[in-house]
Structures are given as C-alpha cells and as structure tokens.
C-alpha cells in the first residue's frame, strides 16, 4: 500500500490538496475525493509541474475550479441536471479505476479547470489570451476554451496532443457545445479567431 500526503507539495506553488480539494461538489457532500491510485499522485504532479507553474510564473496566481475527481465524486456530479462531464474523455479522474476494474479515461494524464484574476485590481483577466499563450508556449494534451471570462480546462496525457476545443454554451438549454478545434498551428489559428 503506497501513501502520499495530500498536504505535500505537488510543485512549487500547489500542494496535492490545491489539485485535490478545489471542487465545491466534494466539500458539498464530504466526499473523500483521493486518488487510490500512484499513477494519478504522479499525474497531479506532473500536471501542476509542467503546466500549472508556468501559468503562475506567467500571469501570477490562479484559481482552481475544477480538479482530480475521484469515481465517487462523479457519480455525485453526474445526478446534476447539466452535469458538464465526460469522465471517459476529460482526464479528470487520471489514472482511477471503476467498480469493473477498469481505467475510466483511457487518455489517463490529469486535468484541471482554472480561471485568473488580476492581482493589480482585481479584475478577470481575458482567458482568451491566456489560452493563446498556453498554446505558443506550453505543452499540453487538451485545452477546452469555454470563454473570455470562463474558466480554462487543461490536460496533460502519454500523446501530448496540442489540442484545442472551443465550446460554446447553448443559452436556452446550458448544455456546452463543440465549436472550433485545432491541433499545433491550427490550435494557435483557433484560439486567435475565438470571438467570445
């Protein structure tokens, strides 16, 4: 039996818990929303390593709306009525296994979901911008764009595939849309033309 501690650092700026515990659904419910997994601890890691840091270092301090989801967690997420998750495909439950045994994303990684806020006055700062700089600089597996004031998905994987999706927000129903998407340049290209 392997034992991380959730209070240990993940990378510079965040610990396991920032990754771990910025859900409001799991605090909600008191779900125990830990990784079972060594696979997914090191995702974390990697994950804020790699992509978090450097988006700190870039535009200072970021706020966490969405990380690891354990299959607790999403089953209670799931009961919503625009529960806004793909389990199987947005690398939030990282390398976790369900009731069969099973890995629930085959794209394994990790994700998180976070938004910035100007530090000088206190202002959202344009994601759209932040998107961009993500995609000329960084190297990541996903990125769904949700909006200029939205928070940003990001993912880390084995492919590494420089993808970018755009989704929109349908305005009667709430449920999020697929819009615009690119790889590499055409990620760049994508993200450039986004006018929302």
């Not at 396991?16 to 659904?25: H, Q, V």
């Not at 994950?47 to 978090?52: C, M």
């Not at 607790?72 to 919503?80: C, T």
């Not at 994987?157 to 999706?165: A, K, R, S, T, W």
Request: glycine share 6%.
């Amino acid at each position: 039996m392997f034992t991380y501690n959730i209070n240990g650092k993940a990378s510079r700026f965040f610990t396991y818990a920032d990754l771990i515990n910025c859900g409001a659904t799991a605090l909600e419910h008191n779900i125990e929303n830990l990784p079972l997994q060594p696979d997914t601890w090191r995702a974390l890691s990697l994950l804020a390593t790699q992509i978090l840091d450097p988006i700190v270092d870039q535009f200072g301090p970021i706020s966490l709306t969405y990380g690891f989801c354990s299959p607790e967690l999403v089953r209670k997420i799931a009961k919503n009525r625009n529960p806004h998750i793909a389990p199987k495909l947005d690398q939030h439950c990282s390398h976790e296994l369900n009731q069969n045994q099973k890995i629930i994303c085959d794209r394994l990684g990790a994700a998180c979901d976070f938004t910035l806020v100007s530090s000088n006055n206190g202002q959202p700062i344009d994601m759209q911008q932040v998107a961009l700089w993500m995609c000329e600089n960084l190297k990541f597996d996903r990125l769904y764009y949700y909006g200029k004031n939205r928070p940003i998905h990001i993912s880390i994987g084995p492919q590494m595939n420089q993808f970018i999706q755009t989704m929109k927000t349908n305005a009667d129903t709430g449920h999020r849309v697929p819009s615009k998407k690119g790889r590499d340049e055409t990620a760049i290209a994508v993200i450039n033309q986004v006018d929302y």
